[in-house]
């Protein structure tokens, strides 16, 4: 084994042997998750074996990245030579050509990266970006809080027993809300849990003729759980509340329950940076009538847009940030509870990466068993779990999403009547397209 690094090392540092000419500088745009800030940390290992590079980082919040990536890509402009895209852009843009196909080295071993990861970021089995670190959604749990109120979860709960606990462990008086979820508007944001609400309780978006569900009795159920728990198990100001707000939420103390992203998992059980470390439990998304669709898919991942100026490099860097040997970096620099997982089978099979991330098996188990082809059980025109894969997508949930959420702040709730608004918008964003003539 030994050996085998050494070689595999050894290959490596040639493939990224420097071929610059002076004063080169990289433009990326990332989001401003915890695993993209220690990237950017790290990323002057990349510098001194390319001199006179100089990686100019454009960091952002989530929907803002999504906004400006997108409107660059459409419009063709090149101000970005690398962009942080996902699951649902890679196959859309690269079929449209806004994105350069990557072919990565054999000492990049593509075959080592989880199946549903490199899929999801392939057209005809060729990729479109590289995955920097993968996920799919989970329940985490205050273990103590749960003891000592006499309650048990089971591996796979069921959304009446989490809005049971929730109700059971809310204790605002005490600093402490029996869940938190996202109630942040965006088709990444609230309608990442919501359309994963809506599956598992037998729903879809669109059926086979294209036309919108958005009124079924699913969507009303999904919905207005997600209302109802928020508004009286959940923080104050949920509104404002993503990942990273419910993270910090967790990481305090502030919440017992948290519906989220695995990704989370190595954040909220870190000794030094979550007060709750050692006290969090991992169980797999709840369900509802059906556990088709009940947790997401996504991958935040590295593209080259085709307008870049320093493709080859932009690829370079991209194969490095997404390879074994930076994971193993962060290992020695961060320790194997920092590493971003969700990408390749050799971090799993890492006994140390197990030991430090308590919920490395709940998040390989629902990685692989989420399929966006079927996730859903009446049978849907589109691939996804927590979006449809087509291009209007992305407008429909925004605006979706800002409709919900403008329930949160409702003195009177109407959730038929919010679902009537947002189907025929969907409706009118459809016909616009011309799916109603398909």
Known sequence: MPAQRLLRNALFAVLF???????VELRVATVNNGH??????????F??????????WVTLEEGQLRQQVTRDAAMGTARFDLVTIGAYEAPIWGQRGWLKAIDPPPTYDTGD???????????????YALPFYGESSMTMVRTDLLKASGITLPAQPTWDQVKAAARQLHAPEKGVYGICLRGKPGWGENMTLITTMANTFGGQWFDMDWKPQLTSLAWREAVGLQIDLLKRYGPPGALANGYNENLALFSAGRC??????????GFVNRPGSSQVAGKVGFLQAPVGSTPKGSH????????????????ALAQRFAEWATSREYIELVAR?????????????????QSAFQKANAHAAVEQEAIASANPRDATLPK???????????????????????LIGDQLQSTAVDVEGTLLKAQRLTERKMSEAGYDKR
């Open 47 to 56: 510098e001194r074996v390319n001199p006179g590079l100089h990686i100019k």
């Open 256 to 265: 017992a329950i948290w519906v989220d992203a695995t990704v989370a998992g």
């Open 36 to 45: 993209m800030i220690t990237l950017q940390r790290l990323a002057v290992h």
């Open 113 to 127: 990266l989880l199946p549903a990861i490199r899929d999801s970021l392939s057209v005809q089995q060729r990729l």
């Open 380 to 402: 849907s025109p589109y691939v996804g779990v927590q979006w449809a894969a087509i291009p209007e997508f992305q407008a429909i949930g925004t605006a979706v999403g800002q």
């Open 333 to 349: 620099t961060d320790g194997w509870g920092a590493v971003p997982s969700g990408t390749r089978k050799s971090t799993y099979a």
């Open 296 to 311: 997401w898919l996504w991958t935040w991942a590295l593209a080259v847009p085709a307008t870049s100026s320093n493709a």
């Open 17 to 23: 042997t420097p071929l610059l000419s002076p004063a």
